[in-house]
């Protein structure tokens, strides 16, 4: 069965810290995809990165980062020097398989981390 | 990428009426979906949405819930007879034909039940 933990619910972090939210996640699939969303508090959601679970290699995108490990099922997200607006509801997510033929590809979410960055 | 609009923004409904969720007109969509997230929880599946029909629904999706494309256009989803317990931001989201696949959520209706 597909699940998502995020065992961290709630993190607290002063400005410029480095912070790392977990997600484990348990599949049957050896060909899935695992995504990252923001909410913040205008309650959108909001794509942060998609990883095929064929490609391990870490990704930077300016102060976020992901470190994908198929050997613990892990995909982590660290925000390097927070900043107050990165305040927000965070999701991990994992689809199964492609959106095609028989496949939907709908997204099983984690319980989601709470981030708060005090000033 | 086109964004994914949903109307409306809130509503408030009393318990027992019908209502109407909307997604403004996507061109090039490969599925359509929608999920729920109640205050405080996680997003949940409820159902997806491709040529014209259902191809996946959860358990969540039963008899009170619909969805159709009333004009080939617009997405919607309906729920007959409002329970307090359907109160919820309802997530409209979209993956496109022709695309690297990707996976767009609309900005959501917040639904309240009294």
């Known amino acids: 069965a597909q699940k998502v933990t995020q065992a961290q619910t709630e993190i607290s972090v002063v400005e410029k810290e480095d912070v790392t939210l977990d997600c484990v996640y348990e599949?049957?699939?050896?060909?899935?995809?695992l995504f990252w969303y923001k909410q913040p508090p205008s309650g959108e959601l909001v794509f942060l990165i998609r990883?095929?679970?064929?490609?391990?290699q870490n990704e930077i995108s300016g102060r976020y980062s992901w470190n994908f490990q198929k050997s613990t099922s892990s995909f982590n997200f660290t925000i390097t020097a927070s900043q107050v607006v990165d305040s927000a509801v965070y999701f991990c997510?994992?689809?199964?398989?492609?959106?095609?033929?028989?496949?939907?590809?709908?997204?099983?979410f984690g319980q989601g981390t709470t981030l708060q960055v005090k000033p | 990428e086109p964004e994914v609009t949903q109307t409306p923004s809130h509503q408030v409904t009393q318990m027992g009426q019908e209502v109407i969720l909307r997604c403004v007109p996507i061109?090039?969509?490969?599925?359509f979906y929608w999920y729920r997230q109640i205050l405080g929880q996680k997003v949940e599946f409820l159902v997806s949405?491709?040529?014209?029909?259902?191809?996946?629904k959860s358990e969540i999706f039963d008899d009170q819930f619909s969805v159709e494309r009333p004009d080939g256009s617009n997405f919607t989803l309906k729920i007959r007879s409002t329970k307090l317990e359907d109160s919820a931001m309802y997530f409209c989201?979209?993956?496109?034909?022709?695309?690297?696949?990707?996976?767009?959520f609309g900005s959501g209706t917040r639904l309240t039940v009294v």
């Open positions: 990883r095929n679970s064929f490609d391990e």
């Open positions: 949405f491709y040529n014209n029909e259902i191809s996946e």
């Open positions: 599949t049957r699939d050896t060909t899935y995809y």
């Open positions: 997510a994992l689809s199964e398989a492609l959106p095609q033929g028989g496949n939907t590809g709908k997204l099983i």
């Open positions: 061109s090039n969509h490969l599925y």
């Open positions: 989201a979209r993956t496109a034909r022709g695309e690297v696949w990707g996976y767009t």
